[in-house]
C-alpha cells in the first residue's frame, strides 16, 4: 500500500483552507463533481419571528433575491447575505406531525419528529418493524448513498466534551444516536490512523491484522443473529454490518490519498473556537470523502455570551416577549446563523469540479421548536447549498396555511397550518438523488397526504 | 424525549389528582387476577452497559489492563436511563469504539504477552500457549464453559494467526477477536428447556447466574455463583436468594447504586447545569461533579450499606461531604479525608430533595425554578406525570425587574400562572417547588430572597396522601417519604433499572403486590431484590419466536 504524508495540508485554525491550501491546480482538491452531500445543523429555542422573516414575499409567494440589498435582509438573516445565490429560506412550514402527535414536551416532541415526521414511539412499539424503521432521515439518506470503506455518516456536537447524548439522529430500530464533541477526539478519530508511523513492529503488525479480526467477528455475529428470539436480531444485525464495515473502512482507509489535517488547536472553552474547529473538520472530512452526511447541532449560547450576564437565557429571555427579551434572543438567532454561515462559506472556499464543495452540498438548518414559546407552526428553515443542482436556491418562498389538520384539532384557533415539514423531509431525500422516496415518517396526517417532495423546494 | 414514552403514563401511583384532566389516565387492573394471567415478562437481548463492561473487563484481564481504557459513547432512553436494551443498541461510532477498546487492549498485551498467557514462553509451544489462553480467558469473558464448538473456531483462528505472526502479535489478535465477540459483549441467554408456566422456556443456570451478579455487582459471576450454575442449583429460589443477600453485603454492591441513582435521578444533568459566575462564584464544574457524587454515594450508603427503608432516601440527614460542598451547606468539615459523614440541620434539610444535586438541576443560572423542581419530583420521585402544557400556549414568565411588585422569586411564578389555563396544571407541581424556595440555584439554604422572607409554604394540590398544606421543605420530604405514591414509585425505578426495559403490566401487577407486602415490614433495597429474584419470572422467559413466520 502507499500512502503520501498527510501532514501539513489543512492549516486549522488559520487562514481560509481554500485560499492557503487547496490552490485551483492542487491534485488534491476536492473530490469531483456529481458527489451530493448533506449537512443538518441543528439549533435551540426557535426563532423570533418578526426578526427572522423578510418583507420579501407574501404568503403563498416566493421571491428571488436577485438585486436584494443588504438592508433588505432580516436581522437573524443577515449573516446570510453574501451567501444569498446560494441560500434558499422556506417560511412557514409546520411540524404538523408534532401537532398530529400526542401532547409532551415540546423540546423532546420537536427534536423527535425534526427528522423523523413520525409520532413517538409508543408502549409496545418494536421501532424496527414499524414500516418507516425507527430511522431518521439523515440515517435513511446515509445509509444509501454511503460509500464502502468510509463512514456512513458522522454527528457532532459543539459541546467541550467528547461524547454526548444524541438529539435527533436515530439508527434503524429507533436508539438515538450519540453525538462527538471536541474537535480534537474527532480528529484523532477520523484522521488518527492516517499519521501512525509506517516503520513496522508488533504494534503496527496488530494494528494491520485487526482487519482480518473483524471479519472473524462479523462472522461471529453472522452466526449470533439465528440463535436469538426474533425480536432482538436487529441488534446483532446491526453489530454484525457496523463491524462488516469496520473491517473494509480500515482497510480502505490504509490505501487512501488523502492529506489529513493538523491536529485541532482551539480554546475549548470558546464556543466559536469549537465551532470553527468542528466546521474545518467537516470541510476536512468531504475533502477527503469520508463521508456525505454529517449532522450538527448547536447548543444554546448563554445568556453572558450574549452580554447579558447575571441573566438566564431560557428564563429571562427565551420565553418571553419584553424588548431586551426581543433583542436578546434576536442576537442569538443572529449569532446562530453566523455559525451556520461560517460552514456555508468554509464549504464555499473549497473548489469542487465545476464549482465549491458548498455547490455539492446542501446545508438544512432547522430545530426542535419554532420560537420561544413551544410552537410547531411558523418553522424557520435555512438551506444554503446546491445540492448538486438539485434545490431552488437565491429565493425566499413564503408558505400558506394549506395543511389541514385532522377534525377536532385546532392550531392556534385555525384548522390549518403551513405545509408539512414532512414535504421537506422528502424533499432531501430527493435532493441527495433518492427520488424514489415518496414519504418519510408518514404518508397521512389526518385528511392531509404528505407525499412527495415539497412544493418550491428542488429544481 | 422524557416524558413521552408510554410506560411512564401507564401505570401512575396516583392517589389523588386535584386537577381534572392534569395528569394522563392510571393504572390498569392490577389485581391478583391480572398479575396470574401474565405471568412472564420479556428479557430483551442488551449489550453490557459501560459500567457492566468495564467490570467484565477488570474481572476478565485484571485491573492493570483496563486502567485509562476509553468506554464507548452513551446514549440514554425516552425516560433518562441508559441501561436500557434499547439505548445499548450500537451505532457506527460505537462499534467503532468497542474496536479501538479491543485494540487498546491488544496493543498493551503485544509488549508484555504474559499479561495473559499462562505458558513458559521458553519452554512450551506457542500452539500450546495460545489453547491454554482459549481455555482459561474465553470462559471468564464469556461467563459460560466453551462449546466445543466455538473452541474449535478459536483454536482455528489461533493457527491461523501462528501461521503468519509470532506469538505476541497473536496472542493480540486472538484477545481482539474475544473483546469483541457477541458472548463478551452481550448478555446472551441460554435456555434448557420448558418453564414451568406454559409458554415460557426455562433459562439454563449460567444465564441465571449472570442475571443474578449483574443486577446486584453490574459484574460477571463470581466462583461461588459458577459453582452453583454448574451444579444446577440456581433454579432454587431460596438459593438465589441466599445469593443476592451475600453480594450486596459485598462492597461491589455499591458503585451499581451509584449508578441507579446517576439515572433514576438524572444526575448526568449536572454536566451541563450552567450557573452565573457573578451570582455564584463559587460554583464549578468540578463542584458540580462533588454533588453528583455526594447523591450517588447518599443512595448507596442508605440502601447498600446501611440497607436502610427505602423512604430513608427522603429523610436521612447523614451526608457524604467535601470541604467545597461544605461551603454550601453552611457546615464544618472535619478534614480527615476528602469525604467526611456529616450530619446536617434538621431544620434545614432532609434526604434527597434538598440535597444540592437536585436544587442545581432544579435552577436556572440566577435563580431556582420551582416549576422544574416540581416537574422533576413529580416524574421521579412520585413517578406521576404531569399532563404537557397545550402546544399552542403562550409560555412566557415573568423576570426580576419587569414589575416592582414581583419581589421574590416565588412572586414572580406565581404571577406567571395565574391565568386559569396556566393555572390548572402548574398547581400540581408548582406548589411542590414553592416549599423548596428555601434554597437558591445552586442549593443554598436561605431564609430571604431580595431580602423578604422566604414563603415555602406550599398547598399541595395533588390530593390525598399528597395533598394538604406543608410549611417548608423538611416538611415536604416527611410528606412524600410516608406516601405510598413514593412506595411504589422507587419500587418502579428499582424495576426500571434492573429490567433494562420498559416496565408493561406484569411488572405493575407485581410492583404493587410487592410493596402491599412489604409495608411496615421492611420496605427495603435487599426486600426488593429477594422477592425479585425469587419468582419464577426471574429464571424464565416467553418462548422465543426464532424463525420467520410465513
Given at each position: 500500500m502507499?500512502?503520501?504524508?498527510?501532514?501539513?495540508?489543512?492549516?486549522?485554525?488559520?487562514?481560509?483552507?481554500?485560499?492557503?491550501?487547496?490552490?485551483?491546480?492542487?491534485?488534491?482538491?476536492?473530490?469531483?463533481?456529481?458527489?451530493?452531500?448533506?449537512?443538518?445543523?441543528?439549533?435551540?429555542?426557535g426563532?423570533?419571528l418578526?426578526?427572522?422573516?423578510?418583507?420579501?414575499?407574501?404568503?403563498?409567494?416566493?421571491?428571488?433575491?436577485?438585486?436584494?440589498?443588504?438592508?433588505?435582509?432580516?436581522p437573524?438573516?443577515?449573516?446570510?447575505?453574501?451567501?444569498?445565490?446560494?441560500?434558499l429560506?422556506?417560511?412557514?412550514?409546520?411540524?404538523?406531525?408534532?401537532?398530529c402527535?400526542?401532547?409532551?414536551?415540546?423540546?423532546?416532541?420537536?427534536?423527535?419528529?425534526?427528522?423523523?415526521?413520525?409520532?413517538?414511539?409508543?408502549?409496545?412499539?418494536?421501532?424496527?418493524?414499524?414500516d418507516?424503521?425507527g430511522?431518521s432521515?439523515?440515517?435513511?439518506i446515509?445509509?444509501?448513498?454511503?460509500?464502502?470503506g468510509?463512514?456512513?455518516?458522522?454527528?457532532?456536537?459543539?459541546?467541550?466534551?467528547?461524547?454526548?447524548?444524541?438529539?435527533?439522529?436515530?439508527?434503524?430500530?429507533?436508539?438515538?444516536i450519540?453525538?462527538?464533541?471536541?474537535?480534537?477526539?474527532?480528529?484523532?478519530?477520523?484522521?488518527?490512523?492516517?499519521?501512525?508511523?509506517?516503520?513496522?513492529?508488533?504494534?503496527?503488525?496488530?494494528?494491520?491484522?485487526?482487519?482480518?479480526?473483524?471479519?472473524?467477528?462479523?462472522?461471529d455475529?453472522?452466526?449470533a443473529v439465528?440463535?436469538?428470539?426474533?425480536?432482538d436480531r436487529?441488534?446483532?444485525?446491526?453489530?454484525?454490518?457496523?463491524?462488516?464495515?469496520?473491517?473494509?473502512r480500515?482497510?480502505?482507509?490504509a490505501?487512501?490519498?488523502c492529506?489529513?489535517?493538523?491536529?485541532?488547536?482551539?480554546?475549548?472553552?470558546?464556543k466559536y473556537?469549537?465551532?470553527?474547529?468542528?466546521?474545518?473538520?467537516?470541510?476536512?472530512s468531504?475533502i477527503?470523502?469520508?463521508?456525505r452526511?454529517?449532522?450538527?447541532?448547536?447548543?444554546?449560547?448563554?445568556?453572558?455570551?450574549?452580554?447579558?450576564?447575571?441573566?438566564?437565557?431560557?428564563?429571562?429571555?427565551?420565553?418571553?416577549?419584553?424588548?431586551?427579551?426581543?433583542?436578546?434572543?434576536?442576537?442569538?438567532?443572529?449569532?446562530n446563523?453566523?455559525?451556520?454561515a461560517?460552514?456555508a462559506?468554509?464549504?464555499?472556499s473549497?473548489?469542487?469540479g465545476?464549482?465549491?464543495?458548498?455547490?455539492?452540498?446542501?446545508?438544512?438548518?432547522?430545530?426542535?421548536i419554532?420560537?420561544?414559546?413551544?410552537?410547531?407552526?411558523r418553522?424557520?428553515?435555512?438551506?444554503?447549498?446546491?445540492?448538486a443542482?438539485?434545490?431552488?436556491?437565491?429565493?425566499?418562498?413564503?408558505?400558506?396555511?394549506?395543511?389541514r389538520?385532522?377534525?377536532?384539532t385546532?392550531?392556534?384557533?385555525?384548522?390549518?397550518v403551513?405545509?408539512?415539514?414532512n414535504?421537506?423531509?422528502v424533499?432531501?431525500?430527493?435532493?441527495?438523488g433518492?427520488?424514489?422516496?415518496?414519504w418519510?415518517?408518514q404518508?397521512?396526517?389526518?385528511?392531509?397526504?404528505?407525499?412527495?417532495?415539497?412544493?418550491?423546494?428542488?429544481? | 424525549?422524557?416524558?413521552?414514552?408510554?410506560?411512564?403514563?401507564?401505570?401512575?401511583?396516583?392517589?389523588?389528582?386535584?386537577?381534572?384532566?392534569?395528569?394522563?389516565?392510571?393504572s390498569?387492573?392490577?389485581?391478583?387476577?391480572?398479575?396470574?394471567a401474565?405471568?412472564?415478562t420479556e428479557?430483551?437481548?442488551?449489550?453490557?452497559?459501560?459500567?457492566?463492561?468495564?467490570?467484565?473487563?477488570?474481572?476478565?484481564?485484571?485491573?492493570?489492563?483496563?486502567?485509562?481504557?476509553?468506554?464507548?459513547?452513551?446514549?440514554?432512553?425516552?425516560?433518562?436511563?441508559?441501561?436500557?436494551h434499547?439505548?445499548?443498541?450500537?451505532?457506527e461510532l460505537?462499534?467503532?469504539?468497542?474496536?479501538?477498546?479491543?485494540?487498546?487492549?491488544?496493543?498493551?498485551?503485544?509488549?508484555?504477552?504474559?499479561?495473559?498467557?499462562?505458558?513458559?514462553?521458553?519452554?512450551?509451544?506457542p500452539k500450546?500457549?495460545l489453547?491454554?489462553?482459549?481455555d482459561?480467558?474465553?470462559?471468564?469473558a464469556?461467563?459460560?464453559?466453551l462449546?466445543?464448538?466455538?473452541?474449535?473456531?478459536f483454536v482455528?483462528?489461533?493457527?491461523?494467526?501462528?501461521?503468519?505472526?509470532?506469538?505476541s502479535?497473536?496472542t493480540?489478535?486472538?484477545?481482539?477477536?474475544?473483546?469483541?465477540?457477541?458472548?463478551?459483549?452481550?448478555?446472551?441467554?441460554q435456555?434448557?428447556?420448558?418453564?414451568?408456566?406454559?409458554?415460557?422456556?426455562?433459562?439454563?443456570?449460567?444465564?441465571?447466574?449472570?442475571?443474578?451478579?449483574?443486577?446486584?455487582?453490574?459484574?460477571?459471576?463470581?466462583?461461588?455463583?459458577?459453582?452453583?450454575?454448574?451444579?444446577?442449583n440456581?433454579?432454587?429460589?431460596?438459593t438465589?436468594v441466599?445469593?443476592?443477600?451475600?453480594?450486596?453485603?459485598?462492597?461491589?454492591?455499591?458503585?451499581?447504586l451509584?449508578d441507579?441513582?446517576r439515572?433514576w435521578?438524572g444526575?448526568?444533568?449536572?454536566?451541563?447545569a450552567?450557573?452565573?459566575?457573578?451570582?455564584?462564584?463559587?460554583?464549578?464544574?468540578?463542584?458540580a461533579?462533588?454533588?453528583?457524587?455526594?447523591?450517588?454515594r447518599f443512595?448507596?450508603?442508605?440502601?447498600?450499606?446501611?440497607?436502610?427503608?427505602?423512604?430513608?432516601?427522603l429523610?436521612?440527614?447523614?451526608?457524604?461531604m467535601?470541604?467545597?460542598?461544605?461551603?454550601?451547606?453552611?457546615?464544618?468539615?472535619?478534614?480527615?479525608s476528602?469525604?467526611?459523614?456529616?450530619?446536617?440541620?434538621?431544620?434545614?434539610?432532609?434526604?434527597?430533595?434538598?440535597?444540592?444535586s437536585?436544587?442545581?438541576?432544579g435552577?436556572?443560572?440566577?435563580?431556582?425554578?420551582?416549576?422544574?423542581?416540581?416537574?422533576?419530583?413529580?416524574?421521579?420521585?412520585?413517578?406521576?406525570?404531569?399532563?404537557?402544557?397545550p402546544?399552542?400556549?403562550d409560555?412566557?414568565?415573568?423576570?426580576?425587574?419587569?414589575?416592582?411588585?414581583?419581589?421574590?422569586?416565588?412572586?414572580?411564578?406565581?404571577a406567571?400562572?395565574?391565568?386559569?389555563?396556566?393555572a390548572?396544571?402548574?398547581?400540581?407541581?408548582?406548589?411542590?417547588?414553592?416549599?423548596?424556595?428555601?434554597?437558591?440555584?445552586v442549593?443554598?439554604?436561605?431564609?430571604?430572597d431580595?431580602?423578604?422572607?422566604v414563603?415555602?409554604?406550599?398547598?399541595l394540590?395533588l390530593?390525598?396522601?399528597?395533598?394538604?398544606?406543608?410549611?417548608?421543605?423538611?416538611?415536604?420530604?416527611?410528606?412524600?417519604?410516608?406516601?405510598d405514591?413514593?412506595?411504589?414509585c422507587?419500587?418502579?425505578?428499582?424495576?426500571r433499572?434492573a429490567?433494562?426495559?420498559?416496565?408493561?403490566?406484569?411488572?405493575?401487577?407485581?410492583?404493587?403486590?410487592d410493596?402491599?407486602?412489604?409495608?411496615g415490614?421492611?420496605?427495603t433495597?435487599?426486600?426488593?431484590l429477594?422477592?425479585?429474584?425469587?419468582?419464577?419470572?426471574?429464571i424464565?422467559?416467553?418462548?422465543?419466536?426464532?424463525k420467520?413466520?410465513?
Amino acid at each position: 500500500m502507499s500512502r503520501l504524508s498527510r501532514r501539513h495540508l489543512l492549516q486549522l485554525g488559520g487562514t481560509s483552507l481554500a485560499a492557503s491550501l487547496l490552490p485551483q491546480s492542487s491534485p488534491l482538491r476536492a473530490a469531483p463533481g456529481g458527489i451530493r452531500r448533506l449537512v443538518i445543523m441543528t439549533t435551540g429555542h426557535g426563532t423570533v419571528l418578526d426578526n427572522w422573516r423578510m418583507d420579501v414575499a407574501k404568503e403563498g409567494e416566493d421571491a428571488s433575491f436577485a438585486g436584494l440589498e443588504p438592508a433588505h435582509m432580516s436581522p437573524i438573516l443577515s449573516p446570510f447575505y453574501d451567501l444569498r445565490e446560494k441560500l434558499l429560506v422556506l417560511d412557514g412550514l409546520s411540524y404538523a406531525s408534532a401537532i398530529c402527535d400526542q401532547p409532551g414536551n415540546n423540546h423532546g416532541i420537536g427534536s423527535f419528529h425534526a427528522l423523523t415526521g413520525a409520532n413517538v414511539f409508543k408502549e409496545g412499539d418494536d421501532p424496527a418493524a414499524l414500516d418507516w424503521e425507527g430511522m431518521s432521515v439523515d440515517v435513511r439518506i446515509a445509509e444509501r448513498v454511503a460509500q464502502e470503506g468510509r463512514y456512513r455518516s458522522l454527528h457532532f456536537t459543539d459541546v467541550n466534551y467528547n461524547q454526548a447524548d444524541g438529539h435527533y439522529s436515530r439508527e434503524r430500530g429507533g436508539a438515538k444516536i450519540p453525538y462527538e464533541g471536541g474537535a480534537k477526539a474527532i480528529h484523532e478519530r477520523l484522521f488518527g490512523d492516517f499519521l501512525v508511523d509506517e516503520v513496522e513492529t508488533p504494534a503496527t503488525r496488530v494494528r494491520k491484522g485487526r482487519a482480518s479480526i473483524l471479519d472473524f467477528v462479523r462472522q461471529d455475529y453472522e452466526g449470533a443473529v439465528a440463535s436469538v428470539p426474533m425480536q432482538d436480531r436487529i441488534k446483532l444485525e446491526l453489530h454484525r454490518d457496523f463491524v462488516g464495515q469496520l473491517g473494509t473502512r480500515i482497510d480502505a482507509l490504509a490505501n487512501l490519498s488523502c492529506e489529513a489535517p493538523e491536529e485541532p488547536v482551539y480554546d475549548k472553552n470558546d464556543k466559536y473556537a469549537r465551532n470553527t474547529a468542528l466546521q474545518e473538520l467537516i470541510a476536512a472530512s468531504f475533502i477527503c470523502d469520508l463521508t456525505r452526511v454529517v449532522t450538527y447541532e448547536i447548543r444554546p449560547f448563554s445568556a453572558d455570551m450574549l452580554g447579558a450576564p447575571g441573566k438566564d437565557l431560557h428564563q429571562d429571555f427565551a420565553h418571553k416577549s419584553d424588548p431586551e427579551a426581543v433583542e436578546k434572543m434576536t442576537q442569538f438567532g443572529q449569532e446562530n446563523a453566523k455559525i451556520v454561515a461560517g460552514l456555508a462559506k468554509t464549504l464555499d472556499s473549497i473548489p469542487d469540479g465545476d464549482g465549491t464543495l458548498l455547490d455539492s452540498t446542501l446545508i438544512v438548518w432547522t430545530g426542535d421548536i419554532a420560537d420561544g414559546t413551544h410552537h410547531f407552526a411558523r418553522y424557520p428553515y435555512v438551506l444554503l447549498g446546491g445540492g448538486a443542482g438539485m434545490v431552488n436556491t437565491g429565493r425566499y418562498v413564503r408558505y400558506g396555511n394549506s395543511h389541514r389538520l385532522p377534525t377536532g384539532t385546532m392550531y392556534k384557533g385555525s384548522s390549518y397550518v403551513g405545509p408539512a415539514h414532512n414535504h421537506l423531509l422528502v424533499g432531501l431525500c430527493h435532493a441527495m438523488g433518492q427520488t424514489d422516496i415518496e414519504w418519510v415518517g408518514q404518508k397521512k396526517l389526518g385528511p392531509t397526504d404528505v407525499l412527495g417532495p415539497l412544493p418550491g423546494m428542488l429544481t | 424525549m422524557k416524558g413521552v414514552t408510554g410506560s411512564s403514563l401507564v401505570f401512575m401511583a396516583l392517589i389523588g389528582v386535584a386537577c381534572e384532566g392534569a395528569f394522563n389516565e392510571g393504572s390498569p387492573d392490577t389485581g391478583p387476577t391480572a398479575c396470574e394471567a401474565v405471568k412472564l415478562t420479556e428479557k430483551p437481548l442488551r449489550r453490557l452497559s459501560n459500567a457492566e463492561l468495564k467490570n467484565t473487563l477488570r474481572q476478565v484481564l485484571g485491573a492493570e489492563l483496563v486502567a485509562g481504557l476509553v468506554m464507548p459513547a452513551r446514549t440514554t432512553a425516552d425516560d433518562g436511563f441508559d441501561a436500557d436494551h434499547q439505548a445499548l443498541q450500537v451505532s457506527e461510532l460505537v462499534v467503532e469504539q468497542l474496536h479501538d477498546l479491543a485494540l487498546a487492549v491488544s496493543l498493551s498485551i503485544v509488549q508484555d504477552p504474559l499479561l495473559v498467557l499462562g505458558c513458559d514462553l521458553r519452554e512450551d509451544e506457542p500452539k500450546l500457549c495460545l489453547e491454554q489462553l482459549i481455555d482459561d480467558l474465553v470462559p471468564r469473558a464469556f461467563r459460560r464453559p466453551l462449546s466445543g464448538l466455538r473452541r474449535q473456531r478459536f483454536v482455528e483462528l489461533a493457527d491461523d494467526l501462528l501461521a503468519e505472526e509470532e506469538l505476541s502479535v497473536a496472542t493480540a489478535l486472538l484477545v481482539q477477536a474475544i473483546l469483541q465477540a457477541p458472548e463478551f459483549l452481550y448478555r446472551l441467554q441460554q435456555t434448557s428447556g420448558e418453564g414451568e408456566t406454559p409458554g415460557s422456556e426455562r433459562l439454563d443456570d449460567y444465564t441465571i447466574a449472570h442475571r443474578l451478579s449483574y443486577l446486584v455487582w453490574q459484574a460477571p459471576p463470581d466462583e461461588a455463583l459458577l459453582s452453583d450454575a454448574a451444579e444446577g442449583n440456581l433454579g432454587d429460589a431460596e438459593t438465589r436468594v441466599a445469593h443476592v443477600r451475600r453480594m450486596l453485603a459485598d462492597a461491589r454492591a455499591e458503585a451499581p447504586l451509584r449508578d441507579f441513582a446517576r439515572q433514576w435521578l438524572g444526575l448526568a444533568r449536572l454536566a451541563e447545569a450552567d450557573k452565573d459566575a457573578e451570582r455564584f462564584p463559587e460554583y464549578s464544574a468540578a463542584l458540580a461533579d462533588q454533588m453528583r457524587e455526594q447523591t450517588e454515594r447518599f443512595v448507596a450508603q442508605t440502601l447498600a450499606v446501611a440497607q436502610s427503608p427505602l423512604d430513608s432516601l427522603l429523610t436521612d440527614r447523614e451526608l457524604p461531604m467535601t470541604s467545597e460542598l461544605a461551603t454550601i451547606y453552611g457546615v464544618e468539615h472535619s478534614g480527615q479525608s476528602t469525604w467526611v459523614t456529616v450530619s446536617l440541620p434538621a431544620a434545614e434539610r432532609a434526604g434527597l430533595l434538598t440535597q444540592a444535586s437536585l436544587l442545581t438541576i432544579g435552577g436556572h443560572q440566577v435563580e431556582g425554578s420551582p416549576i422544574l423542581r416540581g416537574v422533576d419530583i413529580l416524574e421521579r420521585i412520585l413517578c406521576i406525570e404531569p399532563t404537557p402544557p397545550p402546544q399552542d400556549i403562550d409560555t412566557a414568565v415573568a423576570t426580576a425587574g419587569e414589575d416592582e411588585a414581583l419581589r421574590t422569586n416565588r412572586e414572580r411564578f406565581e404571577a406567571h400562572i395565574a391565568s386559569p389555563q396556566c393555572a390548572s396544571c402548574h398547581d400540581s407541581f408548582n406548589p411542590i417547588g414553592y416549599a423548596l424556595e428555601n434554597y437558591d440555584a445552586v442549593g443554598r439554604f436561605r431564609t430571604h430572597d431580595n431580602g423578604i422572607p422566604v414563603d415555602a409554604r406550599a398547598d399541595l394540590t395533588l390530593g390525598g396522601e399528597l395533598g394538604g398544606r406543608i410549611d417548608g421543605p423538611v416538611a415536604l420530604s416527611k410528606k412524600f417519604a410516608q406516601s405510598d405514591a413514593f412506595a411504589g414509585c422507587i419500587q418502579r425505578k428499582i424495576a426500571r433499572f434492573a429490567s433494562a426495559r420498559q416496565l408493561v403490566e406484569a411488572d405493575q401487577c407485581r410492583m404493587d403486590q410487592d410493596v402491599e407486602a412489604m409495608k411496615g415490614n421492611g420496605h427495603t433495597y435487599l426486600a426488593v431484590l429477594e422477592r425479585q429474584v425469587g419468582r419464577e419470572d426471574f429464571i424464565t422467559r416467553p418462548t422465543a419466536v426464532t424463525k420467520e413466520s410465513n
